[in-house]
């Protein structure tokens, strides 16, 4: 419907103002389109480095066999204790980190008075800006030798050898994990309004009652995210396991047995790269693209799964 403004427009200015904004749109598509793409580029490119060892190499002794020598002659490339060591560190980590993050967000959304979460939020979101080598230092000189010394009150079964170990790395890993699902948790529970909660007072719900059956059943999807993107900082993260990890390419015995030293995905490609020939296309080069390829499809994984529970509580939450 014309309005009175573009009546009173000349031809000229009209189409101007069409081609100006059909500009904008397609200059927007373009700009949102370059995180799609750079996702894709490398896909592709850490795909087209590791394809050539799964064609020459059995894909089932990669995943299944234990022996990581990429070294001897003929080379044995079993990444299975690997990848156990990536995904139990990764599970204690994550395990340390959402519950008090969790509680930490409950704590900064609906319980401290509005002065203290503006003092206390910046605190925490500082974690994250520390870079990383430096919580890797922090697991060397302290974690470790703590973890250390507490090994002489543990029985013989869990006898820690060396400080730096699974559960080394976790600790360190479920801090920095921390400010991720604090602030997205608490921003998902911000997000649930004032409106809800009042609603629910109205009604006779103490604070509790509020917050356990109203405010976070509404914010569980933003939670869950929060949750996800602690799983993938935790997953991804190369220097303090590699510092704090032990790297040894083993499965502890019992499994679950964080105080023995473990080796993860990501380790073992910063360490491992430098030492692979890459000039001439080595299977050790390539080995360490198949790692790279496998965390990636997992993280893709991961996160698709992630957004299809999110939809689905959604449309609960909407009854639909």
Not at 36 to 65: G, K, Y
Request: with cysteine; charged share 10%; aromatic share 10%.
């Amino acid at each position: 419907m014309a309005t009175s403004e573009t009546l009173m427009m000349s031809s000229g200015v009209l189409m101007r103002r069409k081609i100006l904004g059909a500009a904008g749109r397609y200059s927007l598509l373009a700009i949102t389109s370059v995180a799609a793409l750079a996702v894709l580029a490398i896909i592709f490119f850490i795909a087209r480095d590791a394809l050539p060892f799964f064609n020459t190499h059995n894909a089932s002794e990669f995943f299944t066999s234990k022996a990581w020598y990429p070294s001897h002659t003929p080379p044995q490339f079993g990444a299975a204790a690997i990848f156990f060591g990536s995904f139990l560190v990764t599970l204690a980590a994550v395990v340390m980190a959402v519950p008090p993050g969790v509680m930490a967000a409950i704590c900064l959304s609906d319980i401290l008075p509005f002065g203290a979460r503006q003092i206390l939020k910046p605190f925490i979101e500082i974690l994250a800006a520390i870079p990383s080598v430096v919580y890797g230092f922090f697991a060397l000189a302290v974690v470790a030798p703590f973890l250390q010394g507490a090994g002489e009150w543990l029985p013989g079964n869990f006898e820690i050898t060396s400080g730096v170990n699974a559960l080394n790395a976790a600790v360190i890993l479920g801090i920095m994990a921390l400010p991720t699902i604090v602030s997205v948790s608490e921003d998902a529970l911000q997000a649930a309004g004032r409106e809800l909660r009042e609603g629910s007072y109205a009604l006779g719900a103490t604070r509790a009652e509020t917050l356990i059956r109203v405010v976070i059943p509404a914010s569980i999807s933003g939670i869950f995210s929060a949750v996800l993107l602690g799983i993938m900082r935790a997953l991804g993260e190369t220097m303090v396991v590699w510092m704090a990890s032990g790297n040894a390419a083993q499965i502890p015995k019992p499994w679950f047995n964080l105080l023995q030293p473990v080796r993860t995905l990501t380790a073992t490609i910063a360490g491992d790269m430098g030492e692979a020939d890459q000039m001439s296309g080595s299977a050790h080069y390539h080995v360490l693209f198949a790692m790279g390829l496998s965390l990636l499809l997992f993280s893709l994984a991961c996160n698709i799964a992630g957004e299809w529970v999110v939809t689905r509580q959604r449309r609960k939450l909407r009854g639909g």
